[in-house]
């Protein structure tokens, strides 16, 4: 699987955004799927995840206004960011990895596959 992540840009401060990541190849719905983030000089970080059968995780820091969806048609997952604060700057990352677990891992060891990235940044 091939990742490509879309959308990123700049956001005032309490805007929103929406993410988009599309997978090439086959397989794309038997795969769990996460967004990850990446600040400068920081680890990279479990923003939210999705398992194959469309159960949603959320990582701490964006609990409530993240929200990770999928569409198996479009072998796309989204991500839609709400009330954006400076702290969410960052470069999102999707990955991937072919699970039919009833859970998604929060490690990035845990993924196979990555897309490149896409800069978010978060006016003050």
């Known amino acids: 699987v091939q990742l490509q992540a879309f959308g990123g840009g700049l956001v005032q401060t309490g805007g929103s955004r929406k993410l988009s990541c599309i997978g090439s190849?086959?397989?794309?719905?038997?795969?769990?799927m996460a967004w990850f983030r990446q600040a400068p000089g920081r680890e990279r970080t479990f923003v939210a995840g999705?398992?194959?059968?469309?159960?949603?995780f959320d990582g701490i820091n964006t609990q409530g206004r993240f929200k990770v969806s999928r569409d198996n048609a479009e072998n796309t997952v989204y991500l839609q960011m709400e009330r954006m604060r400076p702290e969410d700057t960052a470069v999102y990352y999707c990955?991937?990895?072919?699970?039919?677990?009833?859970?998604?891992?929060?490690?990035?060891?845990?993924?196979?596959?990555w897309g490149q990235g896409t800069q978010v940044t978060v006016s003050s």
């Open positions: 990955a991937a990895r072919a699970s039919f677990d009833s859970t998604v891992g929060t490690l990035p060891d845990w993924y196979v596959y």
């Open positions: 190849g086959h397989g794309f719905s038997s795969h769990a």
């Open positions: 999705i398992t194959w059968s469309g159960r949603t």
